[in-house]
């Protein structure tokens, strides 16, 4: 082509290239959008939040605003894209650490948002956060306001001293004494349930969670009276510790706990904290009973896994490990994992190791201003045999960027101040013997449909089944081999 020619190709080319923008701009333009594409409040967000988030965040619930209508939510828009967007960290919303990329992921009560309810919530602050048609909104949810306990209706309820912690002070360590329980006969404990009761107005503004609280947690157990600890007598039992934030306690059906005749709670060590405000308040503990002729199958297990004693925590340094280890000397079935560290905690790791098999059980992110635990759908509880070795791992942060600090420069070992450091699994367990250990296996593998499945926490699952030993006639010394 002649070299003459080719401005006038270019600018034949450039006004083609500009027509043909133009007319896909203007295509684009009058193209309407497909219906039902966008993400609203209405159809799409509260949903998600009646199912999660309500339960809290709620007019009278603990946490500082309410997500119930469109209103409430909207200006908190950018906070609930940020904070569901953390997923399993320090700091995420709704309070459900477990890691969904490792482990078990079958929980009861599990509030955790799927990776599509992330995707759409944020996809809603990114447009703007529009409302949407209110005709599209889901009926709103009713909560009862009369205080009724989320066991059901409990057989007995004991109440501790009442404490008054003033509007600003030091944290207060101390022992509430015995409550004795008035029981006249043992009774077996189905569930049990810890809540505070204080003066703080019901639907004042506050700034955190525990701005409506005053106990951060109770250590408590049930002994005869007269002795101050648990021990190993038959009137004495442990409970799972009150924290703030913290699930009721519902234990399984073959190993319920036994709240003894003439017994008492021995509330041996209260962590308490001034609020801003100076509040009265106490604790009630409520115990759903089982029948009178109710046997417990199994007993609690014995494994006991972490480490309140040596521990070394550097300051500012992150990624630290704290490791602990269990030889199991039983059959065990773990009903619950919950993780409990301090507030340089922010990972806990429980993993099984069999042989040359090691199964990672579950991975948990870790806030100390929720603790939770983490109850297995019977069908996903750890089936363990004995000769396993359990191993806890936690990780802690001591820089800057973990606001749950008081002072990163701190060095801290073993201690109960929050300030101090715990690495314990606070879940429980029970022992099997070697023919519920069996039975249990034998109903995972029909839910198996080949062994190409593959059951996390039950490493001997597609292990060939022991065979009873069956009576030969030579047992009777009659026609043995002469």
Not at 128 to 142: E, K, L
Not at 349 to 362: D, F, K, P
């Amino acid at each position: 082509m002649p070299t003459d020619r080719l401005p006038r190709v270019f600018l034949l080319c450039s006004v083609l290239l500009a027509a043909l923008v133009a007319a896909t701009i203007v295509t684009r333009a009058q193209a309407p959008t497909p219906r039902g594409q966008g993400v609203t409040f209405t159809k799409d967000v509260a949903p998600i939040l009646q199912r999660s988030c309500q339960e809290c965040h709620r007019p009278d619930g603990v946490a500082p605003m309410s997500l119930v209508s469109y209103e409430d939510a909207r200006p908190y828009a950018k906070a609930i894209k940020q904070r569901t967007g953390l997923r399993w960290t320090r700091g995420a919303m709704p309070p459900f650490f477990v890691e969904k990329n490792i482990g078990i992921q079958k929980f009861k009560n599990d509030i955790s948002l799927s990776d599509e309810e992330v995707e759409t919530i944020a996809k809603w602050v990114d447009d703007g956060a529009p409302q949407g048609n209110p005709a599209d909104m889901p009926p709103a949810r009713h909560f009862d306001s009369s205080d009724k306990w989320t066991i059901g209706e409990p057989d007995l309820i004991l109440r501790s001293p009442e404490v008054v912690m003033p509007a600003n002070g030091p944290d207060k360590w101390t022992d509430l004494g015995l409550v004795p329980t008035g029981l006249e006969e043992n009774r077996y404990v189905s569930a049990v349930e810890v809540r505070e009761v204080n003066d703080i107005p019901k639907g004042g503004a506050t700034g955190t969670v525990g701005g409506r609280f005053i106990f951060h947690h109770m250590t408590y157990g049930s002994v005869a009276q007269g002795e101050r600890a648990s021990g190993a007598d038959e009137g004495s039992s442990s409970w799972p510790i009150h924290e703030v934030g913290r699930n009721a306690d519902v234990f399984p059906p073959e190993a319920y706990r036994l709240l003894a005749a003439h017994s008492a709670l021995s509330l041996s060590a209260g962590h308490l904290h001034s609020n801003g405000r100076e509040t009265r308040g106490h604790l009630e503990f409520a115990f759903k009973f089982a029948p009178r002729d109710y046997k417990p199958t199994n007993r609690r297990a014995s494994l006991s896994l972490g480490n309140g004693n040596d521990i070394d925590v550097k300051p500012n340094e992150a990624n630290q490990q704290l490791h602990a280890y269990a030889v199991l000397q039983e059959n065990t079935k773990i009903i619950a994992f919950e993780p409990h560290l301090h507030a340089s905690g922010v990972r806990m790791c429980e993993e099984v190791i069999w042989g040359m098999n090691i199964q990672t059980l579950n991975c948990v992110g870790y806030d100390h201003n929720w603790v939770r635990q983490y109850e297995y759908q019977d069908d996903a509880a750890p089936l363990l045999p004995k000769g396993a070795i359990v191993h806890l791992i936690g990780f802690l942060d001591t820089t800057a960027a973990n606001r749950n600090l008081v002072d990163p420069r701190n060095w801290t070992g073993a201690g109960r101040r929050s300030v101090a450091n715990m690495f314990i699994d606070l879940g429980y367990s029970v022992a099997l013997t070697d023919e519920q250990f069996q039975a249990e296996m034998a109903k995972r593998r029909k839910n198996m449909m080949s062994r190409n499945d593959y059951d996390i926490g039950c490493p001997l699952c597609w292990a060939p089944p022991t065979q009873q030993a069956q009576p030969t006639a030579n047992a009777s010394g009659g026609n043995g081999n002469q």
